[in-house]
């Protein structure tokens, strides 16, 4: 599902319940996404030779241009000194990537807030998310359900575009509705 599809559905929704709606907010798990964004992962990751910029930069304004285009505001938690040293049978690199500081700039032009989490990122999300901060959250898997989020996203590398971010939607309560948990 196109991104932006997935947030006026989330806004029709709301007006149907007669709900106000506020600006929908996701939390973006950052290292693995823009790990990938640098390691050209992402299809649609490619070098411009049109583009005087490094591609690394260029992909990440597209994903932040088509996060606004559709409405959104972002938070973005970036990995912390006191991470894990391992994590999923691999070490983590604890020096920081050049990238991450460029990354921090371009995110605070789009308006969008970032954070350094004192640990893991993925945990400083899923605690924004129970706060009721954010409305969803952006990463590279659905594990982080059994931590209590609602709404995770994961981008779809394969169909998104450079015009369209194409997301694949998995909600609690859907996936509770299909083991017959309600």
């Known amino acids: 599902m196109s991104f ?10 709301c007006q149907g319940l007669g ?3 506020e ?29 005087p910029t490094d591609s690394a930069h260029s992909q990440l304004f ?12 972002s938070v973005w938690a970036f990995d912390g000194t006191d991470q894990p040293s391992v994590k999923q049978n691999i070490n983590v690199k604890t020096e920081e990537p050049a990238f991450y500081s460029t990354a921090w700039e371009l995110i605070s032009a789009f308006g969008d807030c970032w954070c350094m989490a004192p640990g893991e990122g993925k ?15 952006i990463t590279a898997g659905s594990n ?12 779809d590398a394969k169909s998104s575009t450079e015009a369209n971010l194409v997301v694949t939607v998995y ?12």
């Not at 932006?4 to 929704?13: A, I, K, M, R, T």
């Not at 982080?144 to 981008?155: A, D, E, N, R, Y």
């Open 171 to 182: 909600c609690m309560d859907d996936i509770k509705r299909k083991l017959c948990f309600t």
């Open 123 to 137: 945990a400083e999300l899923i605690a924004i998310s129970l706060n009721g901060e954010v409305d969803a959250i």
């Open 23 to 51: 600006i929908y907010t996701v939390s973006i798990d950052a290292s693995p996404t823009l790990d990938n964004i640098s390691h050209n992962l992402i299809k649609w990751a490619k070098f411009q030779t049109h583009c």
């Open 4 to 13: 932006s599809e997935f947030v006026l559905q989330e806004y029709l929704w």
């Open 62 to 73: 597209r994903l932040l241009d088509r996060i606004a285009r559709a409405g959104t505001q």
């Open 144 to 155: 982080i359900f059994p931590l209590g989020t609602k709404c995770v996203l994961v981008i």
């Open 19 to 21: 709900e106000s709606y």
